[in-house]
């Protein structure tokens, strides 16, 4: 049963990372750093409870304040860098538990990179509508709830990692709605030609 928790964790783990992005990022290496629902202790992973890291996580979250506001396409660094960081936590998450850290980091990586895609887009689509209504807040807003909704995530992976689960499914049905809006939009523009 350990082994199924590690994995749900790793995947939750993920999740967040996609979502969250580095908000997220410095909650679970703060969390880490307390030994607060993961230990990394004795692990290859005890780096990301150290204060060394931390300071890395946080000066991404300075970054990405800093980078919000230039014009140029952040979907690339964002999944790669959701896909790393997802990989990483994802690991930690099974070498807490003894286990092989490769699984961790595979599940971690590819739940980061898909919730950290489905993350960007939506949040692109958000300053697009934002920028044309004028409504600079909206996009900073819609960024921040992201953020938390990776923390609670997060959070989620660690005291409760079967819900992990839940936000996964939860993100495919958004994925699934987006696709399915984006197909009507364009039959609707084909009907008009």
Not at 12 to 23: D, E, H, M, R, V
Not at 31 to 50: H, K, P, V, W
Not at 169 to 185: D, F, H, I, S, T
């Amino acid at each position: 049963m350990d082994l199924f928790l590690a994995i749900c964790a790793a995947i939750g783990f993920g999740l967040a990372a996609g979502i969250g992005g580095p908000l997220a990022w410095l909650f679970i290496g703060v969390m880490a750093s307390f030994q607060a629902g993961i230990d990394l202790r004795g692990t290859d992973f005890e780096f990301i409870g150290e204060p060394w890291f931390i300071a890395v996580l946080f000066a991404a979250n300075v970054a990405q304040f800093l980078l919000r506001t230039k014009d140029f396409d952040r979907r690339i660094p964002y999944a790669a860098s959701a896909f790393v960081f997802g990989g990483i936590f994802g690991a930690g998450a099974l070498a807490a538990e003894g286990e092989t850290a490769a699984l961790g980091f595979v599940l971690g990586a590819l739940a980061g990179l898909a919730s950290g895609l489905l993350a960007h887009d939506v949040l692109e689509g958000a300053s697009r509508r934002a920028e044309s209504s004028d409504d600079s807040s909206a996009a900073a807003t819609l960024q921040l709830i992201f953020g938390f909704a990776g923390i609670v995530t997060a959070l989620a992976a660690l005291y409760a990692p079967p819900l992990a689960l839940l936000a996964a499914v939860a993100l495919a049905v958004l994925a699934g709605g987006r696709r399915r809006r984006a197909g009507e939009k364009y039959e609707g523009l084909r009907v008009l030609r």
